[in-house]
C-alpha cells in the first residue's frame, strides 16, 4: 500500500494511540508454509478490506499509523469489512481504544441496506473504566448478548490481545489469554438472552451461515495490528451421509467422457482393488449424481516405471462434456498436487500472490514418493474450496460459485492410480 497522507493526521488526533509511550506495533511472523491462517493485516496493507457497502478502502477515517490500523476520532469512513467472508474461523487480533472509546468486530456480516451490526454480532472494544460499561457491554462481550467471564482488560491506549472461535453454532471469546465468553447459538440460554434484547425484532441478525469479518467505525479512537484468521472445517453436525464412489469392485457410480470415441472400459479398469487410468486418450470419469456441498477423500499414486504424470479432480463440473469442462480443477500433476486450475473462467478467487493466469500455485509441496499412495482432501463448502494433501493445507479459494456438479477424475496422458474415493455430504 503507498503512504496515506491520513498517517500524519491520525497521528495529530491520536495522542494516545500513537503516543511515544507505547511500543510500536511488532511485525506479526510470518506463517509457516504449513499453515492454513490467512494475514488480513500485517502492519503495512490493507488490501484485505474494503469499507461496508462500497468496492474500496475508505479514503477516510482509516489509516496504517507505526504498524497499526487505526481509526481516527470522528475521521468518518464508516465500517471496515474484510473482503473474503468466512463461515467456520478462528481470529486472533490485537486491539487498543482511545480515552472512552467504543468499537467492536463484527462476523458473520452480511451487506444490506442497513448498518453491518445489523446483521452481524459483536465482540466488544471499550474502555471499560471510561465509558461506564454495564456487564453485557463490556470488553470481551458478545455485546448485549452475554456478558464475559473473568476478564481483565487493560486500561486505554494499551494493546489488548483477542481471539475468537466460530465453529457452527458454538462461539468463544478470549481476551488476554483467557476464555471470558463460551456461547452456543442454537441453546435455550442465548435464545433467551435474544429475545429480551433490541435484536430480537431485526430480521436477519445473526442468521447467515457465512459473511465478512467487520472493524467498526463507531466514531472514537481504535486501532488494530497482528489480524489474521484461518477457516475451520465443516462442522460434525454438519456431516451428512457418506457416499462410497469407489469401493474398489464397481465403477457404477461413474460414466465417462473421452476423445477419439472411447468408451470407460478402454481406459479405466479395476486390478486388486485399484482403480486404473491408462491416461489415453484424454478424458474423465465422471459422477453420475451431481454434488454441491462436501468432503470429498480419494488415494492416488503414479507408477514410478512410467514416471509422474498429470491428471486432476474437477470438482462442480457445470456444462456441456468436453475435454475440458467449465470447473475448478484441484491438481494431481506430478509434483504440483494441491495447484488449482480455473477451467473455463470458473467464478472463484485465489490467494493473488500465488495466482498466474488460470493457474493458482500451492503454497508447498507435501506429496510422497512415485509409487505411494497420497491422500487428498477436498473441502466443497458453498463459497469455499480448500485443498488438503496428506494431511497438510496447500490451497484455498473463496468467493466460488455455488452449483451441483459432477467430480470428474481426469485422464490426461500417463496412468494414474485410484482407491477408497468417497465423499460425506455436507447439509
Request: proline share 5%; net charge neutral; aromatic share 10%.
Amino acid at each position: 500500500m503507498k503512504p496515506n497522507p491520513l498517517s500524519l493526521l491520525a497521528a495529530t488526533l491520536l495522542p494516545c494511540l500513537a503516543s511515544g509511550q507505547q511500543p510500536a506495533a511488532p511485525k506479526p511472523a510470518a506463517p509457516s508454509a504449513t499453515s492454513d491462517w490467512v494475514t488480513l493485516f500485517d502492519g503495512t496493507s490493507t488490501d484485505a478490506w474494503r469499507a461496508y457497502g462500497a468496492a474500496e478502502f475508505p479514503k477516510a477515517g482509516w489509516s496504517v499509523v507505526d504498524g497499526a490500523l487505526v481509526h481516527a476520532a470522528q475521521g468518518g469512513g464508516g465500517d471496515l469489512i474484510s473482503k473474503r467472508q468466512f463461515r467456520n474461523f478462528e481470529l486472533e487480533f490485537d486491539w487498543r481504544v482511545g480515552q472512552k472509546a467504543n468499537s467492536g468486530v463484527m462476523f458473520r456480516v452480511v451487506e444490506t441496506k442497513e448498518p453491518s451490526y445489523a446483521t452481524g454480532p459483536e465482540y466488544q472494544l471499550l474502555d471499560d473504566a471510561g465509558h461506564g460499561a454495564t456487564p453485557d457491554t463490556s470488553s470481551g462481550a458478545l455485546y448485549a448478548l452475554a456478558a464475559p467471564a473473568g476478564a481483565e482488560v487493560r486500561p486505554a491506549s494499551s494493546w489488548n490481545a483477542a481471539r475468537i472461535t466460530l465453529d457452527g453454532d458454538k462461539l468463544a471469546h478470549w481476551l488476554n489469554g483467557k476464555k471470558v465468553v463460551d456461547v452456543d447459538f442454537a441453546s435455550d440460554g442465548y435464545k433467551a438472552s435474544l429475545a429480551k434484547s433490541k435484536f430480537a425484532k431485526w430480521k436477519g441478525f445473526n442468521a447467515h451461515p457465512r459473511g465478512h469479518i467487520c472493524l467498526q467505525d463507531h466514531g472514537d479512537e481504535v486501532a488494530f495490528r497482528n489480524v489474521r484468521i484461518r477457516e475451520l472445517p465443516p462442522s460434525k453436525s454438519r456431516h451428512g451421509d457418506e457416499v462410497v464412489l469407489f469401493d474398489g469392485k464397481s465403477l457404477d457410480a461413474f460414466a465417462a467422457h473421452l476423445n477419439e470415441g472411447k468408451q470407460l472400459a478402454d481406459v479405466w479398469s479395476i486390478v486388486d482393488g485399484v482403480l486404473i487410468c491408462k491416461g489415453q486418450p484424454a478424458g474423465y470419469l465422471y459422477t453420475k449424481a451431481t454434488f454441491t456441498n462436501y468432503v470429498l477423500k480419494v488415494q492416488w499414486r503414479f507408477d514410478p516405471k512410467t514416471g509422474g504424470g498429470n491428471s486432476g479432480v474437477l470438482l462442480r463440473m457445470m456444462g456441456e462434456h468436453k475435454v475440458w469442462p467449465r470447473s475448478i480443477e484441484a491438481q494431481l500433476h506430478a509434483g504440483n498436487a494441491g495447484d488449482f486450475w480455473n477451467i473455463g473462467d470458473f467464478t472463484m478467487t485465489t490467494d493473488a500472490a500465488r495466482a498466474k493466469g488460470r493457474n493458482t500455485k500451492k503454497s508447498h509441496a507435501n506429496e510422497k514418493p512415485l509409487g505411494e499412495w497420497n491422500d487428498y482432501e477436498i473441502i466443497v463448502d458453498g463459497s469455499w474450496v480448500r485443498l488438503n494433501v496428506n494431511g497438510q493445507t496447500l490451497n484455498e479459494a473463496w468467493g466460488c460459485e455455488e452449483i451441483a456438479g459432477p467430480i470428474c477424475f481426469q485422464s490426461e496422458g500417463v496412468e494414474i492410480q485410484f482407491r477408497d474415493i468417497r465423499l460425506t455430504n455436507l447439509k
